[in-house]
Protein backbone atom coordinates (compact mmCIF):
# COMPACT_ATOMS: atom_id res chain seq x y z
CA UNK A 1 0.00 0.00 0.00
CA UNK A 2 0.80 3.35 -0.79
CA UNK A 3 1.81 5.71 1.88
CA UNK A 4 -0.59 8.66 1.65
CA UNK A 5 0.40 9.90 5.26
CA UNK A 6 3.69 11.04 3.53
CA UNK A 7 2.82 12.28 0.53
CA UNK A 8 0.10 14.62 1.44
CA UNK A 9 2.01 17.63 1.23
CA UNK A 10 4.82 17.02 -0.39
CA UNK A 11 3.02 15.70 -3.94
CA UNK A 12 -0.09 17.02 -6.31
CA UNK A 13 -3.41 14.02 -5.70
CA UNK A 14 -5.01 13.56 -8.60
CA UNK A 15 -9.02 11.04 -8.73
CA UNK A 16 -10.12 9.84 -12.26
CA UNK A 17 -12.96 8.29 -12.26
CA UNK A 18 -14.17 6.44 -15.29
CA UNK A 19 -17.84 6.90 -14.89
CA UNK A 20 -19.65 3.95 -14.94
CA UNK A 21 -17.10 1.66 -16.15
CA UNK A 22 -17.29 -1.82 -15.88
CA UNK A 23 -14.11 -4.27 -14.75
CA UNK A 24 -14.44 -6.83 -17.20
CA UNK A 25 -14.73 -3.89 -20.07
CA UNK A 26 -11.27 -2.78 -18.67
CA UNK A 27 -9.48 -6.08 -19.10
CA UNK A 28 -11.09 -6.60 -21.84
CA UNK A 29 -9.28 -3.24 -23.84
CA UNK A 30 -6.32 -3.80 -21.95
CA UNK A 31 -5.54 -7.44 -23.10
CA UNK A 32 -6.54 -5.66 -26.92
CA UNK A 33 -4.40 -3.74 -26.33
CA UNK A 34 -7.09 -0.38 -26.81
CA UNK A 35 -5.65 1.46 -23.89
CA UNK A 36 -2.01 1.55 -24.05
CA UNK A 37 -1.54 4.83 -21.88
CA UNK A 38 -3.70 3.63 -19.27
CA UNK A 39 -1.25 -0.04 -19.54
CA UNK A 40 1.60 1.78 -19.00
CA UNK A 41 0.52 3.33 -15.39
CA UNK A 42 -0.82 -0.47 -14.73
CA UNK A 43 1.18 -2.83 -12.63
CA UNK A 44 2.04 -6.67 -14.77
CA UNK A 45 -1.06 -7.88 -13.11
CA UNK A 46 -3.24 -5.28 -14.60
CA UNK A 47 -6.17 -3.90 -13.09
CA UNK A 48 -7.28 -4.43 -9.80
CA UNK A 49 -10.99 -5.72 -8.89
CA UNK A 50 -12.41 -3.83 -6.19
CA UNK A 51 -15.70 -3.21 -4.70
CA UNK A 52 -17.68 0.34 -5.07
CA UNK A 53 -18.98 2.12 -1.86
CA UNK A 54 -22.02 2.73 -4.27
CA UNK A 55 -24.00 2.04 -7.00
CA UNK A 56 -24.26 5.07 -9.15
CA UNK A 57 -22.50 8.56 -9.47
CA UNK A 58 -23.57 10.58 -6.55
CA UNK A 59 -23.17 7.67 -3.94
CA UNK A 60 -20.05 6.79 -4.92
CA UNK A 61 -18.06 10.08 -5.00
CA UNK A 62 -19.49 10.98 -2.29
CA UNK A 63 -17.72 7.97 -0.66
CA UNK A 64 -14.39 8.61 -2.54
CA UNK A 65 -14.29 12.34 -1.53
CA UNK A 66 -14.55 10.82 2.45
CA UNK A 67 -12.39 8.40 2.41
CA UNK A 68 -13.64 5.11 1.15
CA UNK A 69 -12.61 4.54 -2.12
CA UNK A 70 -13.05 0.91 -3.46
CA UNK A 71 -12.27 -1.44 -1.23
CA UNK A 72 -10.09 -4.93 -2.43
CA UNK A 73 -12.70 -7.86 -3.40
CA UNK A 74 -10.75 -9.84 -1.30
CA UNK A 75 -11.69 -10.79 2.54
CA UNK A 76 -9.64 -9.06 5.08
CA UNK A 77 -9.56 -5.65 6.89
CA UNK A 78 -8.14 -3.05 4.30
CA UNK A 79 -5.86 -0.11 5.57
CA UNK A 80 -7.37 3.21 3.06
CA UNK A 81 -5.41 5.73 1.55
CA UNK A 82 -7.66 8.71 2.88
CA UNK A 83 -9.57 8.31 6.00
CA UNK A 84 -11.70 11.02 8.14
CA UNK A 85 -11.05 10.60 11.87
CA UNK A 86 -13.46 8.55 13.40
CA UNK A 87 -13.35 6.66 16.75
CA UNK A 88 -13.26 2.88 15.86
CA UNK A 89 -12.26 2.52 12.84
CA UNK A 90 -10.56 -0.63 11.57
CA UNK A 91 -9.59 0.62 8.21
CA UNK A 92 -7.02 3.18 9.48
CA UNK A 93 -3.27 2.18 9.52
CA UNK A 94 -0.10 4.10 9.77
CA UNK A 95 0.02 4.51 6.17
CA UNK A 96 -3.44 6.23 5.60
CA UNK A 97 -3.78 10.03 5.63
CA UNK A 98 -6.21 10.79 8.12
CA UNK A 99 -8.23 14.03 8.47
CA UNK A 100 -10.31 15.90 10.76
CA UNK A 101 -12.09 17.60 8.33
CA UNK A 102 -15.82 15.83 6.77
CA UNK A 103 -13.98 15.16 3.37
CA UNK A 104 -11.15 15.08 1.53
CA UNK A 105 -11.16 18.28 -0.64
CA UNK A 106 -11.51 20.09 2.39
CA UNK A 107 -9.00 18.30 4.38
CA UNK A 108 -6.29 19.20 1.54
CA UNK A 109 -7.41 22.54 0.98
CA UNK A 110 -7.07 23.10 5.03
CA UNK A 111 -3.19 22.29 4.09
CA UNK A 112 -2.65 24.36 1.79
CA UNK A 113 -4.04 22.38 -1.36
CA UNK A 114 -5.79 24.12 -4.72
CA UNK A 115 -8.86 21.87 -5.29
CA UNK A 116 -9.89 21.39 -8.60
CA UNK A 117 -13.06 19.44 -10.10
CA UNK A 118 -13.41 18.55 -13.69
CA UNK A 119 -16.34 17.44 -14.41
CA UNK A 120 -18.37 15.16 -16.52
CA UNK A 121 -21.81 13.74 -15.65
CA UNK A 122 -24.77 15.69 -14.62
CA UNK A 123 -24.08 15.31 -10.73
CA UNK A 124 -21.45 17.47 -11.51
CA UNK A 125 -23.43 19.76 -13.75
CA UNK A 126 -24.33 22.72 -11.03
CA UNK A 127 -27.14 23.28 -13.18
CA UNK A 128 -29.43 22.08 -10.47
CA UNK A 129 -29.35 22.53 -6.74
CA UNK A 130 -28.17 18.32 -6.52
CA UNK A 131 -25.81 19.06 -9.19
CA UNK A 132 -23.84 21.62 -7.43
CA UNK A 133 -23.28 19.44 -4.05
CA UNK A 134 -19.86 17.81 -6.09
CA UNK A 135 -18.22 20.67 -7.27
CA UNK A 136 -19.19 22.64 -4.39
CA UNK A 137 -16.97 20.79 -2.32
CA UNK A 138 -13.79 22.15 -4.71
CA UNK A 139 -12.46 25.30 -4.79
CA UNK A 140 -12.27 25.90 -8.87
CA UNK A 141 -15.28 23.94 -10.83
CA UNK A 142 -15.46 23.75 -14.28
CA UNK A 143 -18.08 21.97 -16.43
CA UNK A 144 -20.30 22.23 -19.84
CA UNK A 145 -22.13 20.79 -22.16
CA UNK A 146 -18.47 20.35 -24.13
CA UNK A 147 -17.34 18.22 -21.05
CA UNK A 148 -20.73 15.90 -20.61
CA UNK A 149 -22.11 12.64 -21.87
CA UNK A 150 -23.68 14.22 -25.20
CA UNK A 151 -20.21 14.92 -27.09
CA UNK A 152 -18.20 12.53 -28.32
CA UNK A 153 -15.49 14.26 -28.25
CA UNK A 154 -15.87 14.87 -24.40
CA UNK A 155 -12.33 13.18 -22.99
CA UNK A 156 -10.14 15.79 -25.05
CA UNK A 157 -11.57 18.55 -23.81
CA UNK A 158 -11.73 17.61 -20.29
CA UNK A 159 -8.37 17.35 -20.19
CA UNK A 160 -7.53 20.55 -22.20
CA UNK A 161 -9.29 21.68 -19.10
CA UNK A 162 -7.80 20.02 -16.19
CA UNK A 163 -4.29 20.31 -17.83
CA UNK A 164 -4.82 24.33 -18.37
CA UNK A 165 -6.19 24.61 -14.73
CA UNK A 166 -3.27 22.94 -13.50
CA UNK A 167 -0.77 24.47 -15.49
CA UNK A 168 -1.89 28.15 -14.33
CA UNK A 169 -0.89 27.27 -10.91
CA UNK A 170 2.35 28.59 -9.51
CA UNK A 171 5.10 27.07 -8.95
CA UNK A 172 5.03 24.76 -5.53
CA UNK A 173 1.42 25.57 -5.04
CA UNK A 174 -0.30 21.85 -4.50
CA UNK A 175 -2.88 20.30 -6.36
CA UNK A 176 -6.43 18.17 -6.05
CA UNK A 177 -7.61 17.13 -8.79
CA UNK A 178 -10.97 15.52 -9.41
CA UNK A 179 -11.83 14.56 -13.06
CA UNK A 180 -15.18 12.50 -13.42
CA UNK A 181 -14.62 10.94 -17.05
CA UNK A 182 -18.21 11.15 -19.14
CA UNK A 183 -17.38 9.36 -22.04
CA UNK A 184 -17.81 5.98 -20.32
CA UNK A 185 -21.03 6.85 -18.98
CA UNK A 186 -24.24 6.14 -21.25
CA UNK A 187 -24.44 7.19 -24.30
CA UNK A 188 -21.86 5.24 -25.53
CA UNK A 189 -23.13 3.55 -29.14
CA UNK A 190 -21.80 6.50 -30.78
CA UNK A 191 -18.07 5.86 -30.24
CA UNK A 192 -18.55 2.86 -31.84
CA UNK A 193 -19.97 3.02 -35.79
CA UNK A 194 -22.80 1.46 -36.67
CA UNK A 195 -23.86 0.51 -32.82
CA UNK A 196 -27.00 1.25 -32.41
CA UNK A 197 -27.49 0.52 -28.64
CA UNK A 198 -25.25 0.49 -25.52
CA UNK A 199 -23.15 -2.34 -25.08
CA UNK A 200 -19.85 -3.51 -23.45
CA UNK A 201 -18.37 -3.21 -26.90
CA UNK A 202 -19.39 0.61 -26.80
CA UNK A 203 -18.01 1.53 -23.97
CA UNK A 204 -14.86 -0.84 -24.98
CA UNK A 205 -14.78 2.16 -28.02
CA UNK A 206 -15.80 5.37 -24.74
CA UNK A 207 -12.43 3.99 -22.80
CA UNK A 208 -10.26 3.99 -26.30
CA UNK A 209 -11.27 7.69 -26.31
CA UNK A 210 -10.55 8.59 -22.49
CA UNK A 211 -6.65 6.44 -22.86
CA UNK A 212 -6.51 8.60 -26.06
CA UNK A 213 -6.82 11.85 -24.84
CA UNK A 214 -4.72 11.03 -21.41
CA UNK A 215 -1.31 11.71 -22.91
CA UNK A 216 -1.65 15.89 -22.61
CA UNK A 217 -3.41 15.31 -18.59
CA UNK A 218 -0.36 13.31 -17.41
CA UNK A 219 2.06 15.68 -19.04
CA UNK A 220 0.32 17.96 -17.20
CA UNK A 221 0.79 16.33 -14.19
CA UNK A 222 4.45 15.27 -14.47
CA UNK A 223 5.56 18.87 -14.85
CA UNK A 224 4.14 19.81 -11.39
CA UNK A 225 5.97 17.12 -10.26
CA UNK A 226 5.21 13.88 -8.06
CA UNK A 227 1.73 12.74 -8.15
CA UNK A 228 -0.56 10.93 -6.22
CA UNK A 229 -2.88 9.02 -8.46
CA UNK A 230 -5.68 7.08 -8.23
CA UNK A 231 -8.18 6.06 -11.10
CA UNK A 232 -11.09 4.30 -11.16
CA UNK A 233 -14.85 3.31 -11.68
CA UNK A 234 -17.18 5.14 -9.47
CA UNK A 235 -19.38 1.58 -10.28
CA UNK A 236 -20.47 -0.30 -13.40
CA UNK A 237 -23.26 -0.89 -15.07
CA UNK A 238 -25.53 -3.48 -16.87
CA UNK A 239 -25.54 -3.96 -20.43
CA UNK A 240 -28.86 -7.10 -20.20
CA UNK A 241 -26.99 -8.82 -17.68
CA UNK A 242 -29.12 -11.06 -16.10
CA UNK A 243 -32.23 -8.94 -17.63
CA UNK A 244 -31.08 -5.59 -15.38
CA UNK A 245 -29.89 -2.71 -17.71
CA UNK A 246 -28.55 0.21 -15.97
CA UNK A 247 -26.66 0.94 -12.83
CA UNK A 248 -28.47 1.75 -9.19
CA UNK A 249 -29.01 -1.60 -8.43
CA UNK A 250 -27.01 -4.64 -6.94
CA UNK A 251 -25.69 -6.27 -9.96
CA UNK A 252 -21.62 -7.97 -9.44
CA UNK A 253 -21.25 -5.90 -12.85
CA UNK A 254 -22.11 -2.77 -10.89
CA UNK A 255 -20.21 -3.57 -7.77
CA UNK A 256 -17.49 -4.45 -9.58
CA UNK A 257 -15.06 -2.12 -10.45
CA UNK A 258 -11.54 -1.19 -12.18
CA UNK A 259 -8.74 0.11 -9.77
CA UNK A 260 -4.81 1.58 -10.03
CA UNK A 261 -3.03 3.68 -7.58
CA UNK A 262 0.21 5.03 -8.18
CA UNK A 263 2.87 7.79 -7.75
CA UNK A 264 3.22 9.60 -11.17
CA UNK A 265 6.41 10.92 -11.06
CA UNK A 266 8.20 13.75 -13.00
CA UNK A 267 10.03 12.98 -15.63
CA UNK A 268 14.11 12.79 -15.88
CA UNK A 269 15.56 16.11 -17.15
CA UNK A 270 17.48 14.95 -20.23
CA UNK A 271 20.83 16.00 -18.76
CA UNK A 272 20.58 13.71 -15.97
CA UNK A 273 20.04 10.59 -18.18
CA UNK A 274 22.47 8.09 -17.28
Not at 96 to 112: H, I, K, N, S, Y
Not at 221 to 239: K, N, Y
Request: hydrophobic share 45%; glycine share 10%; with cysteine.
Amino acid sequence: MISARDLIGRCDVALLTLDSLRLDVARLALAAGETPHLAALLPPSGWEERHTSGSFTYAAHHAFLSGFLPTPARPGRHPRLFAAAFAGSESTSAQTFVFEQATLPEALAARGYHTVCVGGVGFFGGQTALGSVLPGLFAERHWAPGLGVKNPGSAARQVEVAAAALSALPAGKRAFLLLNFAATHTPTHFYLPGARRDSVDTQRAALASVDAALPTLLSALRSRGDTLLIVCADHGTCFGDDGYWGHRISHPAVWNVPYLETVLPEPVPKGDLP
